[in-house]
């Protein structure tokens, strides 16, 4: 063979290798196109929706939904219904109870300074304005601890040389229904209080709240009274020591709503 031919030859076997691509997979020398397959989506299942339950509180119509500091004496709801429930008559502090349980309730007393005042003034209205008095007081929660109550001088005196007895921070404390935390309380003693005056059958074991605008230092403060009696039969004149209402509280009425 001329070596033209033979260069004709080969030139033309390299163009052919050059247009068509060299196959490799077999299939009797048919080209095959490669598929891609399509991308599958993963379907995620929507989360459930979590709804937290909202919470109200309310009270009964004439009771005033009064804000406290959450703690265990109000079940951390930080509410308690409180209601001043006035007298035309003095009373006593076991009478004003009554007032209180008569409307499922008890007496109460207050735990902050916003508190206080607002009872204060409700009461001062009723009493200085509505009555046109002079003074008075309001019944509200407290008892002397059992081992410093006696109807004996002596003992009471031995009493008053130790704590609790002689600590006005200690020596009163306040039932669990009254749903109050006492220590803003102990702090608004009136004036020389407690004093621990007794009588033949009665002594000074129970609270009030003084209502006197003309005296600063007992104004709006808590003395120690007796318990059975409408007056202080040592100072039986005297309005200061008589109770024309009780400061009554209850548990709120809680709501849980979506």
Known sequence: MSRQILLLLLFSAAVQAFIRPIYYGGGDGHDCEESTPSPTSEV????????????????????????RTPSPFNDNSGFLCTKFISSENAISVNAGSSLCTEQGAALTAFENEEERQKILEEARKYIITDLKMATGSIAIAGDRLKQCVTLNGTVLAENMKNPPCNDRKQEYTLPASAHTNAEFLWNNWALNEPSHNMWTYDSEDCLQMVIMPSNLDRNGKIN????????????PSDMSFMNFGAYCGKPVDIEATI
């Open 44 to 67: 995620t299942p929507s989360a459930t929706s979590e709804v937290t339950p909202r919470t109200s509180y309310s009270c009964p119509n004439g009771w005033n939904l009064t804000t």
């Open 224 to 235: 120690d009274i007796y318990c059975r009696l409408d007056h202080a039969p040592n100072s």
